[in-house]
């Protein structure tokens, strides 16, 4: 059953390789044939060159980095903040009852709307993004760390406290673990938010950066330098959420559908 | 004269409803549990058998009447406790031998004696080889099996088990109470047990205690005195057995006739 299984998926990951190089030879004939127009949407050939280039002149990882950081930062704060906020309103009545309505209220704006402003505050350089890109993450997992202490199993809890466990012992040993799940949903969500963020904050206003570099080169019609950009995040994503499924299979061995 | 463990003194418990409506569940209890006793509550379904036993396990607390612990009242000074229900309360992140060990780690035990404890119980109970598996991949019987170790794990003085082996089959019953029996043998804890089979009270307690129809009072004793250490199988099939068998049944029926005319009115 498993290796027939396995045979399988084996021969459904050649079927997307195959149409993928399909759906790039097409590109490249339709557009070396001008049946579409090669001026907006460049060509495959030429986005591969202009890809190698990017890559040898240094340029893609000078770029990369910054937006790496950017969003990285922004990940990693939104995150922090998103857990401790979260599990805070969760388990305390009150504060829930304050800052909730507050914080729920505010998710209403766009917040991609207040990244002018976020510039204006912060400058042009990492700070507004790191701080645009953590806000969009804080959401996320704000939303699904509170929904993971509400959701906590209390029949569990109560089993813990009838073995003697003082508060800090329940909140150690059974809540925090059993929101594990839900914190790593709003993580998964929160990796593409981060690199969001982090992007339309350089569009807005920045002298460097993958979504500097789109800008520019939109604005200065090189679509191919567009493409390869555009190629770099798409990386950039794959490893993002790559790194996220290892960890999830650390840390969620112990759930049926994890095997 | 063995040592009282649990008294239950005069006990009265009203619940209330949401529809505004208040019911009397329990009625004047009066309820002696001595130490290292096996002791089991029966009754018609809905009688307060649950509610009694919660409230000795401090879970809740009585309108009137008082419960000691070993003659104190309260959480004061409070024993240990074990509390066996039929949901499954196992942490789903931990190992079985995790799960064994968690009473040990909130008190701060060493990590060597951690291990031999849990080592202990789960050979005990046929565990061993699944040491290392997370509770999703036992059936219900080990899982059953892992909860009642957990708890025996952090020696309580006394084990409350609400109807621990609802839900599972008759097979696994049968080798759960065999377990419980050679518990109880081993370890002599004091255990106050819930359920609604009668197989299982004659089979496992010193004591059966049935009670009335709702608002339960105290209907009658039974002293079982079956020979220790026991066996499931030779059990069932003595004289003593089945004569204790047909008693409470009869009793227990004209409570559940008495409890279905109350729920017609």
Redesign the interface.
Known sequence: MKTDDQGIRAHNKTLMVIMIVFALILWEVLAGLKIINPFYSSRPSVIFLDFYQFLISGDLSKHLMITLKEALAGLFLGTAAGIIVGAVLGRIRWVADIFGPIITALYGIPKLALAPIFILWFGLGAESKIFISGLLVFYLVFFSTFEGIRSV?S??V???K????TRF?IYR??IL??C?PWILTGIRGGIGASLLGAIVGEYMGASAGLGWMVQYATTTYQVERVMSCLLVLLFMGLVFNKGLSFCEGRLL????DNR | MQKTSISVRNVSKILALKTNENISVLNHIHLNVLDQEFVTLVGPSGCGKSTLLSLMAGLSTADSGEIRIHGQEGRQGQPVLGYISQIDTLLPWRTVRGNVEIGLELRGVSHQEKKSVSGRLIDQVGLSGFENSYPFELSGGMKKRAAVIRTLAYDPDIIFMDEPFVGLDVQTRDELEEDILKIWQDHRKTIVLVTHDLTEAITLSDRVVLLTARPATIKSEYDISLPRPRSVAETRFSERFIHLHRQIWQDLSTEVTRAGKGADQ
């Open positions: 199993n029949d569990m109560s089993a813990i009838l073995m003697g466990a012992q040993s059974v673990p059993s594990v061995k112990w759930r049926p």
